[in-house]
Protein backbone atom coordinates (compact mmCIF):
# COMPACT_ATOMS: atom_id res chain seq x y z
CA UNK A 1 0.00 0.00 0.00
CA UNK A 2 1.05 3.57 -0.70
CA UNK A 3 1.69 5.30 2.48
CA UNK A 4 2.55 8.68 0.42
CA UNK A 5 1.94 9.53 -2.83
CA UNK A 6 3.77 12.55 -4.42
CA UNK A 7 2.25 13.50 -7.90
CA UNK A 8 3.74 15.97 -10.29
CA UNK A 9 4.55 18.40 -7.71
CA UNK A 10 5.77 22.10 -9.22
CA UNK A 11 7.12 25.19 -6.96
CA UNK A 12 8.18 28.60 -7.61
CA UNK A 13 10.00 31.47 -5.52
CA UNK A 14 10.30 34.72 -7.50
CA UNK A 15 9.05 33.44 -10.80
CA UNK A 16 11.92 30.51 -10.18
CA UNK A 17 10.85 27.23 -10.63
CA UNK A 18 12.82 25.46 -7.90
CA UNK A 19 10.36 21.71 -7.94
CA UNK A 20 9.74 20.30 -11.52
CA UNK A 21 7.32 17.58 -11.80
CA UNK A 22 8.02 15.54 -8.95
CA UNK A 23 6.38 12.17 -8.38
CA UNK A 24 6.92 9.43 -6.52
CA UNK A 25 5.36 6.80 -4.25
CA UNK A 26 6.53 5.38 -0.27
CA UNK A 27 4.68 1.84 0.35
CA UNK A 28 4.40 0.42 3.59
CA UNK A 29 7.42 -1.52 5.55
CA UNK A 30 9.84 0.53 3.09
CA UNK A 31 12.37 3.03 4.01
CA UNK A 32 13.02 5.51 0.94
CA UNK A 33 15.82 7.55 0.65
CA UNK A 34 15.20 11.07 -1.21
CA UNK A 35 19.02 11.69 -2.04
CA UNK A 36 20.34 15.22 -3.92
CA UNK A 37 23.08 18.07 -3.45
CA UNK A 38 22.36 20.28 -1.21
CA UNK A 39 20.14 23.00 -2.90
CA UNK A 40 18.38 20.51 -5.20
CA UNK A 41 15.44 20.85 -3.79
CA UNK A 42 14.39 18.05 -0.95
CA UNK A 43 13.56 20.05 1.81
CA UNK A 44 11.62 21.86 -0.53
CA UNK A 45 9.99 18.55 -1.42
CA UNK A 46 9.66 17.89 2.37
CA UNK A 47 8.19 21.51 3.46
CA UNK A 48 5.17 20.92 0.63
CA UNK A 49 4.17 16.80 1.89
CA UNK A 50 4.30 18.61 5.43
CA UNK A 51 1.83 21.35 4.52
CA UNK A 52 4.53 24.05 5.68
CA UNK A 53 4.68 25.35 1.93
CA UNK A 54 2.15 25.71 -0.93
CA UNK A 55 2.01 23.69 -3.61
CA UNK A 56 1.90 25.43 -6.66
CA UNK A 57 0.34 22.34 -8.82
CA UNK A 58 0.29 18.63 -8.14
CA UNK A 59 -0.82 16.42 -5.24
CA UNK A 60 0.00 14.78 -2.12
CA UNK A 61 -1.82 12.01 -0.64
CA UNK A 62 -0.93 10.23 2.52
CA UNK A 63 -2.80 7.01 3.12
CA UNK A 64 -4.96 7.40 0.37
CA UNK A 65 -6.32 11.19 1.96
CA UNK A 66 -5.67 14.53 1.14
CA UNK A 67 -3.35 16.64 3.33
CA UNK A 68 -5.50 17.25 6.28
CA UNK A 69 -5.73 17.40 10.30
CA UNK A 70 -6.19 14.02 9.91
CA UNK A 71 -3.20 13.07 8.13
CA UNK A 72 -0.87 15.01 10.00
CA UNK A 73 -1.52 12.87 13.03
CA UNK A 74 0.45 9.96 11.49
CA UNK A 75 2.97 11.83 10.30
CA UNK A 76 6.18 11.93 12.54
CA UNK A 77 8.26 14.19 11.11
CA UNK A 78 12.26 15.44 11.78
CA UNK A 79 13.54 18.56 10.19
CA UNK A 80 16.66 19.49 9.22
CA UNK A 81 17.10 22.07 12.05
CA UNK A 82 16.15 21.38 15.18
CA UNK A 83 13.00 23.07 16.91
CA UNK A 84 14.30 21.48 20.67
CA UNK A 85 13.90 25.08 23.37
CA UNK A 86 17.10 24.54 25.01
CA UNK A 87 15.56 25.85 27.97
CA UNK A 88 14.10 22.34 28.51
CA UNK A 89 14.91 19.77 30.26
CA UNK A 90 14.62 15.96 28.87
CA UNK A 91 11.46 15.56 30.99
CA UNK A 92 10.31 19.16 29.97
CA UNK A 93 10.43 16.75 25.72
CA UNK A 94 8.86 13.92 26.78
CA UNK A 95 5.83 16.09 28.86
CA UNK A 96 5.65 18.10 25.11
CA UNK A 97 5.46 15.84 22.94
CA UNK A 98 3.30 13.43 25.28
CA UNK A 99 0.49 16.30 25.41
CA UNK A 100 1.13 16.94 21.81
CA UNK A 101 1.13 13.40 19.97
CA UNK A 102 -1.65 10.99 20.75
CA UNK A 103 0.83 8.20 19.23
CA UNK A 104 3.40 9.25 21.11
CA UNK A 105 4.87 5.87 23.14
CA UNK A 106 6.89 7.14 26.54
CA UNK A 107 7.98 4.21 27.62
CA UNK A 108 9.50 3.60 24.22
CA UNK A 109 10.77 7.36 24.92
CA UNK A 110 12.29 6.43 28.26
CA UNK A 111 13.78 3.18 27.03
CA UNK A 112 16.25 4.79 24.26
CA UNK A 113 17.00 8.20 26.70
CA UNK A 114 18.04 5.40 29.40
CA UNK A 115 20.55 3.89 26.64
CA UNK A 116 21.91 7.54 25.91
CA UNK A 117 22.45 7.85 30.06
CA UNK A 118 19.82 10.58 30.04
CA UNK A 119 17.43 11.01 32.76
CA UNK A 120 14.49 13.62 33.06
CA UNK A 121 16.41 16.18 35.19
CA UNK A 122 19.61 16.94 32.05
CA UNK A 123 18.91 20.32 30.56
CA UNK A 124 19.42 20.37 26.95
CA UNK A 125 21.42 23.90 27.29
CA UNK A 126 24.32 21.53 28.34
CA UNK A 127 24.42 19.18 25.51
CA UNK A 128 26.22 19.14 22.65
CA UNK A 129 24.64 19.04 18.83
CA UNK A 130 24.87 15.64 18.33
CA UNK A 131 23.58 14.96 21.72
CA UNK A 132 20.00 17.23 21.42
CA UNK A 133 20.24 15.45 17.25
CA UNK A 134 19.58 12.19 19.03
CA UNK A 135 17.44 13.53 22.01
CA UNK A 136 14.78 14.98 19.10
CA UNK A 137 15.64 11.44 16.82
CA UNK A 138 14.32 9.88 19.57
CA UNK A 139 11.40 11.73 20.18
CA UNK A 140 10.09 11.18 16.43
CA UNK A 141 10.79 7.71 16.79
CA UNK A 142 8.43 6.72 19.72
CA UNK A 143 5.57 7.57 17.59
CA UNK A 144 3.51 5.12 16.53
CA UNK A 145 3.48 6.95 13.07
CA UNK A 146 2.28 5.70 9.61
CA UNK A 147 5.09 7.75 8.06
CA UNK A 148 8.43 9.08 9.47
CA UNK A 149 9.96 11.71 7.27
CA UNK A 150 13.96 12.16 8.43
CA UNK A 151 14.99 15.87 7.06
CA UNK A 152 19.25 15.96 6.92
CA UNK A 153 19.30 13.26 10.16
CA UNK A 154 22.67 13.53 9.33
CA UNK A 155 23.81 16.68 8.36
CA UNK A 156 26.23 18.03 11.09
CA UNK A 157 26.90 15.31 13.21
CA UNK A 158 29.91 13.00 13.86
CA UNK A 159 29.82 9.56 12.54
CA UNK A 160 29.38 7.81 15.56
CA UNK A 161 26.16 10.07 15.89
CA UNK A 162 25.11 8.71 12.52
CA UNK A 163 25.31 5.02 13.44
CA UNK A 164 23.63 5.37 16.42
CA UNK A 165 21.05 7.36 14.47
CA UNK A 166 20.37 4.76 12.01
CA UNK A 167 20.62 1.88 14.57
CA UNK A 168 17.58 3.77 16.07
CA UNK A 169 15.78 3.99 12.77
CA UNK A 170 16.27 0.17 12.20
CA UNK A 171 15.13 -0.73 16.05
CA UNK A 172 11.84 1.36 16.03
CA UNK A 173 10.68 1.35 12.28
CA UNK A 174 7.95 -1.23 11.77
CA UNK A 175 7.01 -3.22 8.76
CA UNK A 176 3.71 -1.25 9.05
CA UNK A 177 4.80 2.09 8.53
CA UNK A 178 6.75 3.87 5.73
CA UNK A 179 9.95 6.31 5.82
CA UNK A 180 10.95 8.94 3.73
CA UNK A 181 14.78 10.15 4.65
CA UNK A 182 16.86 13.08 2.81
CA UNK A 183 20.19 13.43 2.93
CA UNK A 184 23.24 14.43 0.85
CA UNK A 185 25.59 12.15 2.49
CA UNK A 186 24.37 9.43 0.71
CA UNK A 187 27.62 6.74 1.56
CA UNK A 188 26.50 6.68 5.37
CA UNK A 189 22.62 5.93 4.82
CA UNK A 190 22.70 3.67 1.73
CA UNK A 191 22.72 0.20 4.02
CA UNK A 192 19.14 1.11 5.66
CA UNK A 193 17.77 2.27 2.32
CA UNK A 194 15.00 0.03 -0.05
CA UNK A 195 14.24 2.52 -2.21
CA UNK A 196 16.27 5.37 -3.69
CA UNK A 197 14.85 8.68 -5.79
CA UNK A 198 17.51 11.08 -7.02
CA UNK A 199 17.08 14.56 -7.30
CA UNK A 200 18.82 17.34 -9.18
CA UNK A 201 17.89 20.61 -9.92
CA UNK A 202 13.95 20.32 -8.82
CA UNK A 203 13.78 16.81 -10.74
CA UNK A 204 13.63 13.41 -10.25
CA UNK A 205 16.07 11.57 -12.30
CA UNK A 206 16.64 8.72 -11.02
CA UNK A 207 14.56 6.47 -9.15
CA UNK A 208 14.48 1.90 -7.80
CA UNK A 209 15.39 -0.18 -5.88
CA UNK A 210 18.05 0.05 -4.25
CA UNK A 211 19.18 -3.73 -4.43
CA UNK A 212 18.22 -3.41 -8.14
CA UNK A 213 20.24 -0.48 -9.31
CA UNK A 214 23.30 -1.78 -7.91
CA UNK A 215 22.94 -4.77 -9.45
CA UNK A 216 22.55 -3.04 -12.89
CA UNK A 217 24.81 -0.11 -12.61
CA UNK A 218 27.32 -2.01 -10.86
CA UNK A 219 28.30 0.65 -8.42
CA UNK A 220 26.88 1.80 -4.75
CA UNK A 221 24.51 4.21 -4.61
CA UNK A 222 26.36 6.75 -3.66
CA UNK A 223 28.66 5.73 -7.00
CA UNK A 224 25.98 5.87 -8.44
CA UNK A 225 24.65 9.19 -7.48
CA UNK A 226 28.10 10.73 -8.20
CA UNK A 227 27.91 9.14 -11.68
CA UNK A 228 24.49 10.51 -12.43
CA UNK A 229 24.43 14.19 -10.90
CA UNK A 230 27.01 16.51 -12.07
Do not use: W
Not at 24 to 38: C, P, R
Not at 87 to 95: E, F, H, L, P
Not at 197 to 226: H, P, T, V, Y
Amino acid sequence: MDILKVSNLYKSFDNKKVINGVSFTVQSGKIVGLLGKNGSGKTTVIKMINDLLTIDEGEVLINGEKISEKTKAIVSYLPERTYLDSSQTVSDCIKYFSDFYADFDKTKALELLKDLGLDGENSLSKMSKGMKEKIQLILVMSRRAKLYILDEPFGGVDPSTRDYIMKTILKNFGDDSAMLITTHLIADVEKILDEVLFIDNGKIILQGSAEQLREEKGLSIDGIFRREVK
